[in-house]
């Protein structure tokens, strides 16, 4: 365990000191910053596009710090040779790979967490009057009636939804730099993402009522068999409907997510123990 918190922190220092990500952190807090400016673009809906920019800024950045920093975490250290002597000192591989994620990890959670804490400010500033001016026109967007306190919980849920996303993206990531160059990682993991977006409509495909032959059936359900779901991640719409989300959908979620994460770094160990370096 210590070899894996002694990588874990100095994958961790390393990434901030990428300049990269520090450009990717401070856009996206722009942005979310001045989301609620964005929001009069769509009169009578400000609530509803302020926290649609707002999460889905968080989890768009997210998902660019996971990927850019997770696919160069192990061809970074084939490329300088370092990871020769990391190897050669008391750590075995098994070690290195889990310190690695665990310190990507570490750094896109802690980068989200600060995305998290400006769309809070932003939305404790304007959310409240969105709701009062949604509330008295009569707005559906305004989900009037529904509390402030209640959509303060239900964001709270969404970004540690948004959490467990980018902790399976970050699998992806790291499981991907095992694999491939850093350029076909990060290729592989954008497409694992996107296409994780959309696995209801692979399910969709699969369905004889479609037309679809028993070979497009099969690759189908494979694919929405093997691809992380993760659309289940996502809760705006619940957000501005004021759909209330317990705790054992939530718990549910995210023992998904935690599964999928142990699954896919058992794929990483595997092709990280067979790969020369």
């Known amino acids: 365990m210590?070899?894996?918190?002694?990588?874990?922190?100095?994958?961790?220092?390393?990434?901030?000191?990428?300049?990269f990500l520090n450009a990717i952190l401070v856009f996206a807090v722009l942005i979310i910053g001045s989301s609620w400016?964005?929001?009069?673009?769509?009169?009578?809906?400000?609530l509803?596009?302020?926290?649609?920019?707002?999460?889905g800024s968080i989890r768009f950045f997210g998902m660019l710090i996971a990927v850019f920093l997770g696919v160069r975490l192990i061809s970074d250290e084939i490329e300088k040779r370092t990871i020769h002597t990391i190897l050669t000192k008391?750590?075995?591989?098994?070690?290195?790979?889990?310190?690695?994620?665990?310190?990507?990890?570490?750094?896109?959670?802690?980068?989200?967490a600060?995305?998290?804490?400006?769309?809070?400010?932003?939305?404790?500033?304007?959310?409240?009057?969105?709701?009062?001016?949604?509330?008295?026109?009569?707005?559906?967007?305004?989900?009037?009636?529904?509390s402030t306190d209640f959509i303060y919980g239900n964001i709270a849920k969404a970004i540690g939804l948004s959490f467990v996303e980018m902790t399976v993206?970050?699998?992806?990531?790291?499981?991907?730099?095992?694999?491939?160059?850093?350029?076909?990682?990060?290729?592989?993991?954008?497409?694992?993402?996107?296409?994780g977006q959309a696995a209801d409509f692979f399910k969709s495909l699969?369905?004889?009522?479609r037309g679809t032959g028993f070979g497009g059936q099969i690759v189908f359900n494979a694919i929405y068999g093997i691809?992380?779901?993760?659309?289940?991640?996502?809760?705006?719409?619940?957000i501005i409907k004021g759909t209330y989300v317990g705790w054992d959908t939530l718990g549910m979620h995210v023992g998904l997510g935690l599964v999928y994460a142990i699954l896919i770094m058992l794929v990483a160990f595997l092709a990280f123990m067979n790969r020369e370096v």
Do not use: C
Not at 90 to 110: E, I, Y
Not at 206 to 209: F, L, M, Q
Not at 230 to 235: L, P
């Open 206 to 209: 699969a369905n004889p009522a």
């Open 169 to 195: 993206l970050t699998a992806v990531s790291v499981m991907a730099s095992t694999l491939f160059s850093w350029i076909m990682a990060a290729i592989f993991s954008f497409f694992v993402y996107f296409v």
């Open 114 to 146: 600060l995305m998290g804490i400006a769309f809070y400010v932003v939305f404790a500033y304007k959310g409240s009057k969105f709701m009062v001016q949604g509330a008295a026109q009569g707005s559906e967007s305004a989900s009037p009636g529904i």
């Open 90 to 112: 008391p750590v075995t591989r098994a070690q290195f790979l889990l310190g690695k994620f665990f310190g990507s990890l570490a750094t896109v959670l802690s980068n989200m």
């Open 227 to 238: 691809i992380p779901h993760f659309e289940v991640f996502d809760m705006r719409e619940a």
């Open 48 to 55: 509803k596009l302020l926290i649609d920019i707002g999460l």
């Open 2 to 19: 210590q070899a894996i918190y002694r990588v874990a922190v100095a994958t961790f220092h390393e990434a901030w000191r990428r300049r």
């Open 37 to 46: 400016t964005l929001t009069y673009l769509q009169p009578g809906a400000e």
